[in-house]
């Protein structure tokens, strides 16, 4: 069984600070994917990475796999209240199918 | 694009009555479409995978006879909760996907409430 372990689990801070996500494996994963999901709404797909040591950024928002492709992290610069939300890593494997989901990081962001 | 329905958004049932749960991928073909069900400030648990005119597959612990799933065509999947009990209460959450190899994208959800 492959699990994504995703940290901190919860994050409360002041508007303007900056702030990283992790997410670990053992397992390695095909691709990973990272999603924002406000209360009572679906996961949004912010960025999926597929090469190991790949960065992407996404404006504020920059994302990095590991370089043997079990890591990931989020860091966010100069957080904004609209940040606020579940902040979920997603590890997938192209012949499961199927993703799996880390605990997920809940970003509260304080005017 | 790759944009995800789901009907309704939120029910309310009495216990032992049934309920549907509509997916639809508006855009897009989708071969396979999953079911997660998620409780609050928790990430989602994988529910089943459903492919298109075949049989759902369903994760460990979830009972098939009591989580209905069909997914008759390429845009549609439905999930029943059959003979519901307040512990079903759950936001339950469906993504749509190319396929096995290509990204989800989930539908809005849809709260479930069983009195």
């Known amino acids: 069984t492959q699990l994504l372990e995703q940290s901190p689990q919860f994050l409360s801070i002041q508007e303007g600070e900056n702030l990283t996500v992790y997410c670990n494996s053992s397992s390695v994963f095909s691709s990973l994917q990272w999603y924002r999901q406000e209360p009572g709404e679906g996961p949004v797909l912010l960025v999926t990475?597929?090469?190991?040591?790949e960065v992407k950024k996404l404006k504020r928002l920059t994302f990095q796999f590991g370089d043997a492709r079990k890591d990931s992290s989020l860091h966010i610069t100069a957080a904004q209240p609209g940040d606020t939300g579940l902040y979920l890593c997603?590890?997938?494997?192209?012949?499961?199918?199927?993703?799996?989901f880390g605990d997920g990081t809940t970003l509260t962001v304080k005017p | 694009g790759a944009v995800v329905s789901q009907h309704p958004s939120w029910v309310i049932c009495k216990s032992g009555t049934s309920v549907k749960i509509e997916c639809r991928s508006l855009?897009?073909?989708?071969?396979?479409m999953f079911w997660y069900r998620q409780f609050p400030k928790q990430s989602l648990m994988l529910m089943a995978t459903?492919?298109?005119?075949?049989?759902?597959?369903?994760e460990q612990g979830v009972e098939k006879d009591k989580f209905l799933i069909n997914h008759a065509s390429l845009t549609l999947s439905t999930l029943t909760v059959t003979s519901a009990h307040p512990e079903d209460s759950s936001f339950y959450i469906c993504?749509?996907?190319?396929?096995?190899?290509?990204?989800?994208?989930f539908g809005p959800g849809t709260r479930l409430t069983v009195t």
């Open positions: 990475v597929v090469t190991g040591g």
């Open positions: 997603a590890g997938r494997n192209t012949n499961a199918g199927k993703s799996t």
């Open positions: 855009d897009f073909q989708a071969t396979t």
């Open positions: 993504s749509a996907s190319l396929g096995l190899s290509y990204e989800q994208y």
């Open positions: 459903s492919n298109e005119g075949s049989k759902a597959t369903y």
